[in-house]
T-cell receptor, first 112, second 115 residues
Framework: AQSVTQLGSHVSVSEGALVLLRCNYS??????LFWYVQYPNQGLQLLLK??????LVKGINGFEAEFKKSETSFHLTKPSAHMSDAAEYFC??????????FGQGTELSVKP | NAGVTQTPKFQVLKTGQSMTLQCAQD?????MSWYRQDPGMGLRLIHY???????DQGEVPNGYNVSRSTTEDFPLRLLSAAPSQTSVYFC??????????????FGPGTRLTVL
C-alpha cells in the first residue's frame, strides 16, 4: 500500500533562510507524488507534483522538490524563506485505487 | 470558473442533528471526494465518486452519506451528528487523464462544530 510520512510536524526558519520540508514515501509501484500548501483558514493549493520524467520538479512561489527513488524521498525546498510562506504543507501520494493519501502535515513558521 | 465551492463556511450543530454539506464544481470533473481535516492527522478521505451515480467509501466513512446525481454536485450528509465529527471538511474535484494533467482541486472548506 502507498503511504507518505512527513518528518517534523513543525518547522521554524528565519526569513531568508533555506526551507526544507521532508517527505518519505512507500510504494510498490512508480508513485505520483504531490505537495500542497494550506494558508490559514483556506483550502489546499497544489504547489507541485511528480508523475514521471524529470526528478527535480519546480512549483509555484519558488518551491521545488526532488524525487529520489533510492532514498524514497520527495523533500520540498525553497532557497530563501519569505514571511508569506508561513503555512501548513502536505505531502501526498496516489494509491493504486487512485485515492490521494496525505501525510500528517508540517507547519512552517517564518521568523523575521 | 468558480472552481470548487462549498457551503456553508461555518456550522454549529447539536448532537443528534442532521445536516448536508454542499459541494459543487464547474470544471466538469468526473472524480470528486470529501476529506476531513483534524489536527495532527492530515486529511482523511471520507467518500469519493468517480462519476454521476457512482460513489464509494474512503478511509473514514462511518456517520456520513453521499450521493452523486449530477457531475457538478457532491453533497455530504451527516445523519446524526456526534462531537467526534467536529472537524474541517474539504471537498475536492479531480481532473483525471494523462499524468501531466491529473490534479485535485480543493474547495475552501466547511468548519463544523458539534456540541
Amino acid at each position: 500500500a502507498q503511504s507518505v510520512t512527513q518528518l517534523g510536524s513543525h518547522v521554524s526558519v528565519s526569513e531568508g533562510a533555506l526551507v526544507l520540508l521532508r517527505c518519505n514515501y512507500s510504494s510498490s509501484v512508480p508513485p505520483y507524488l504531490f505537495w500542497y500548501v494550506q494558508y490559514p483558514n483556506q483550502g489546499l493549493q497544489l504547489l507541485l507534483k511528480y508523475t514521471t520524467g524529470a526528478t527535480l520538479v519546480k512549483g509555484i512561489n519558488g518551491f521545488e522538490a526532488e524525487f529520489k527513488k533510492s532514498e524514497t524521498s520527495f523533500h520540498l525546498t525553497k532557497p530563501s524563506a519569505h514571511m508569506s510562506d508561513a503555512a501548513e504543507y502536505f505531502c501526498g501520494i496516489y494509491n493504486q485505487g487512485g485515492k490521494l493519501i496525505f501525510g500528517q502535515g508540517t507547519e512552517l513558521s517564518v521568523k523575521p | 470558473n468558480a472552481g470548487v465551492t462549498q457551503t456553508p463556511k461555518f456550522q454549529v450543530l447539536k448532537t443528534g442533528q442532521s445536516m448536508t454539506l454542499q459541494c459543487a464544481q464547474d470544471m466538469n470533473h468526473e472524480y470528486m471526494s470529501w476529506y476531513r481535516q483534524d489536527p495532527g492527522m492530515g486529511l482523511r478521505l471520507i467518500h469519493y465518486s468517480v462519476g454521476a451515480g457512482i460513489t464509494d467509501q474512503g478511509e473514514v466513512p462511518n456517520g456520513y452519506n453521499v450521493s452523486r446525481s449530477t457531475t457538478e454536485d457532491f453533497p455530504l450528509r451527516l445523519l446524526s451528528a456526534a462531537p467526534s465529527q467536529t472537524s474541517v471538511y474539504f471537498c475536492a474535484s479531480r481532473l483525471t487523464g494523462s499524468s501531466s494533467t491529473d490534479t485535485q482541486y480543493f474547495g475552501p472548506g466547511t468548519r463544523l462544530t458539534v456540541l
